[in-house]
Nanobody, 125 residues
């Protein structure tokens, strides 16, 4: 079984925080680069963050640098996205995805093979 399941989305006020979780099964998070993507209505899916196979490298979109943090917990086989100082423009469906084994991070959507169902994040007052 290969599965990625996101959770933690919801409605939050501007300036608030959320932590998204991506629980994976059927593979080890230590063997794959895992990315977080988001898509707002009428917009293309965009890369938000990615963590490398080793976890030693983390990439962030310029729009979220300094506000978001990606981590992984090998024991729980989970990748997290901590989102702080949220803005209305952060609103969208957030999905986690994995690349092929042995490949590093990328913000190119088509390079990711497997996707979760997504979790809605809405930032509004």
């Amino acid at each position: 079984q290969l599965q990625l399941v996101e959770s933690g989305g919801g409605l939050v006020q501007p300036g608030g925080s959320l932590r998204l979780s991506c629980v994976v099964s059927g593979f080890s998070v230590g063997a794959y680069a895992i990315g977080w993507f988001r898509q707002a209505p009428g917009k293309e899916r965009e890369g938000v963050s990615c963590i490398s196979l080793s976890g030693s490298i983390a990439d962030y979109a310029e729009a979220v640098k300094g506000r978001f943090s990606i981590t992984r917990d090998h024991a729980k086989n989970t990748v997290y996205l901590q989102m702080n100082s949220l803005k209305p423009e952060d609103t969208g469906v957030y999905s986690c995805a994995r690349r092929r084994a042995g490949y590093g991070c990328s913000n190119i959507t088509r390079l990711y093979e497997n996707w979760g169902q997504g979790t809605q994040v809405t930032v509004s007052s």
